[in-house]
């Protein structure tokens, strides 16, 4: 009961935070419910609240955020296929933007993604690449 009127408080915090025109600290509320909902093995929810975030991010490094939480939820319900594809969706979808930071941290993302794929060669190349940016 305790961590669902957290999540409650932080949905609410959230919104007002929203209101007042603070949307990253909005954002950030939002990854609290993440946590809380995979404390309570909520996978699906936790998921379905990434993409949201990943989709209505205020920034590049916000939506950088909600790719890298969903990729690693993906990794621990040991769903490695569809963790590479978020990487690599976000991948393709981020780098246009051209900001190097969150183009380092997609690097960082996919390699994590391959390297749990088992494709060592791939994800020591994105390894390369993040620490190229």
């Known amino acids: 009961d305790t961590i669902r009127e957290a999540i409650q408080v932080a949905q609410e915090v959230s919104s007002a935070l929203k209101s007042s025109g603070e949307v990253e600290e909005a954002f950030d509320a939002m990854l609290l419910v993440v946590g809380a909902k995979m404390t309570l093995n909520e996978t699906d929810e936790a998921l379905k609240v990434l993409v949201e975030l990943k989709s209505s991010a205020p920034s590049a490094k916000c939506a950088l955020q909600a790719l890298r939480r969903e990729v690693a939820v993906n990794l621990e319900l040991g ?19 051209g900001d190097a930071e969150v183009v380092a941290g997609l690097w960082s993302v996919l390699a994590d993604a391959l390297h749990a794929k088992g494709e060592e060669v791939e994800a020591t190349e994105a390894r390369i690449k993040a620490a190229a940016n």
């Open 79 to 97: 769903e490695v296929d569809k963790a590479l594809e978020v990487a690599r969706a976000g991948q393709a979808e981020f780098e246009k933007k």
